[in-house]
């Protein structure tokens, strides 16, 4: 696996969750997109997680649960993440509340995902999703942990994809 197509995969999938949302705001049938919007979300979430984890040399197998790929984060990083996203969502200052709402969502792209099964499935504050993608992508490109694919052209092929590991730019507020 390469560690900047885990950090570019991260930004897509954040990318393609808040264009569902903002999508979503448009439609009539607000339920049309919801179950699309919130597994990309959580998603999203996963795999920016995944992406700081990988960077940092720190092994994570098979996880899948939210919760548990979190705690795997060092200290200073989960504290930067829960910054972030006081910021943006102060409610979640709360440490008790930000953690239920987080153990709520931790299954979510499972849960969700198969949600046509007729499956129970937990009920939880989209907004706490929304926050904490945004917090969980903030905190990566504060690391620097940020990729841009460019077009290049080589002998082989007409058109071909460069990655480029680059700063990342402060993400506005």
């Known amino acids: 696996m390469s560690a900047d197509f885990i950090v570019y995969e991260a930004k897509a999938f954040y990318n393609a969750y808040i264009g569902l949302e903002q999508l ?34 720190i092994e994570y197998g098979k996880e899948h649960n939210l919760l548990i790929l979190f705690e795997m984060l060092p200290k200073s ?37 198969y949600v046509f099964e007729c499956k129970l499935v937990p009920a939880f504050d989209m907004r706490f999703l929304s926050a904490f993608a945004n917090a969980a992508i903030c905190t990566m490109f504060s690391l620097g942990y940020n990729l841009f694919l460019l077009p290049c052209t080589s002998e082989k092929t007409e058109v071909s994809v460069h990655a480029t590991s680059i700063p990342a730019p402060e993400v506005p507020g």
């Open 24 to 57: 979503n705001r448009e439609f009539e049938d607000k339920m049309l997109l919801w179950i699309p919007m919130l597994v990309n979300g959580a998603f999203s979430i996963e795999i920016t997680l995944k992406a700081i984890l990988f960077k940092r040399g």
């Open 77 to 113: 990083i989960q504290d930067e993440i829960w910054s972030h996203l006081a910021e943006k969502a102060p409610e979640y200052a709360d440490q008790k509340r930000r953690t239920d709402e987080l153990t709520l969502i931790s299954n979510a792209f499972v849960d969700y995902r």
